[in-house]
């Protein structure tokens, strides 16, 4: 079976770090940009962050930017979302979501939550900031 499997996500304490982990099972992450959203309850999805294989090239929402790090282990075949200073309103679950960028793709579902763009999600993993 082809998906994603996202892991990591726990209860922390506002001001420490999470590592969050998108592992890819039964395909392989070559050709394919890895985006991370996330949903708090009651709000709409957002953009967190990507990462493109093809290229090395990585994108930070204003949100998270200057406190978090995207990378890929092409050998595990997982991406990694370290976010640092956490705070109360990381508080969401987080998704992330694999498109393949060497046939023609939507760039700006990249940015933007559009599901049907997508050819996998995971099931989403729980973060919770809390003091």
């Known amino acids: 079976e082809t998906r994603l499997v996202e892991s990591g996500g726990g209860l922390v304490q506002p001001g420490s770090s999470l590592i969050l982990a998108c592992a890819a099972s039964g395909f392989a992450f070559d050709g394919f940009a890895v985006t991370w959203f996330r949903q708090a309850p009651g709000k709409a999805h957002e953009w967190v962050s990507y990462?493109?294989?093809?290229?090395?090239?990585?994108y930070f929402a204003d949100s998270v930017l200057g406190r978090s790090t995207i990378s890929i282990d092409s050998t595990r075949g997982t991406v990694f979302l370290q976010m640092n200073s956490l705070k109360p309103e990381d508080t969401a679950v987080y998704y992330c979501?694999?498109?393949?960028?060497?046939?023609?793709?939507?760039?700006?579902?990249?940015?933007?939550?559009?599901?049907?763009?997508?050819?996998?999600w995971g099931q989403g993993t729980q973060v919770t900031v809390s003091s």
């Open positions: 990462i493109n294989q093809s290229d090395g090239s990585t």
């Open positions: 979501g694999a498109i393949y960028v060497r046939r023609p793709y939507s760039d700006y579902a990249l940015r933007v939550y559009m599901a049907t763009e997508y050819d996998y």
